[in-house]
């Protein structure tokens, strides 16, 4: 099954580290991110610009109006992601746990619905 290990960064957290520890991290988390490609459970990753830099899109009675930055002021934004290939969602947890920034804002693992099957259902 594949899994989505969205990664929320909390700025107040983050800047709180002492020097150069978000770079170990960083290094760390990318020697993780190798290794587990190389075993074949990470598919994909990246790393997402800072939600300032977003536009947000939204249609309300057939008018589309796009905004700057995230549509939800929030403490935590996504920062990143990884596509991971696991055998269930404990099996995905364990591994999303591997990864350092629940320290510095959240990790949420999501199972990827088989687009395949609900376009058999609806008959796309």
């Given at each position: 099954?594949?899994?989505?290990?969205?990664?929320?960064?909390d700025?107040?957290?983050?800047?709180?580290?002492?020097?150069?520890?978000?770079d170990?991290?960083?290094?760390?988390?990318f020697?993780?991110?190798d290794e587990?490609?190389?075993?074949?459970?990470?598919l994909?990753?990246?790393?997402?610009?800072?939600?300032?830099?977003?536009?947000?899109?939204r249609?309300?009675?057939?008018?589309?109006?796009?905004?700057?930055?995230?549509?939800?002021?929030?403490?935590?934004?996504?920062?990143?992601?990884?596509?991971?290939?696991?055998?269930?969602?404990?099996?995905?947890?364990q591994?999303a746990?591997?990864?350092?920034?629940s320290?510095?804002?959240?990790?949420?693992?999501?199972?990827?619905?088989?687009?395949?099957?609900?376009?058999?259902?609806?008959?796309?």
């Open positions: 099954m594949k899994f989505l290990v969205m990664i929320y960064n700025d107040a957290l983050l800047d709180a580290l002492p020097p150069g520890e978000f170990s991290m960083m290094r760390g988390c020697a993780h991110a587990l490609r190389a075993e074949g459970c990470l994909d990753s990246m790393q997402l610009e800072a939600p300032a830099q977003a536009k947000s899109l249609m309300r009675d057939s008018k589309i109006s796009v905004i700057d930055g995230p549509f939800a002021e929030a403490k935590e934004y996504l920062g990143g992601f990884n596509l991971i290939e696991a055998a269930d969602m404990d099996e995905a947890v591994i746990m591997t990864f350092p920034w320290r510095t804002g959240r990790i949420e693992v999501r199972a990827v619905r088989d687009s395949d099957a609900v376009r058999k259902r609806v008959g796309a």
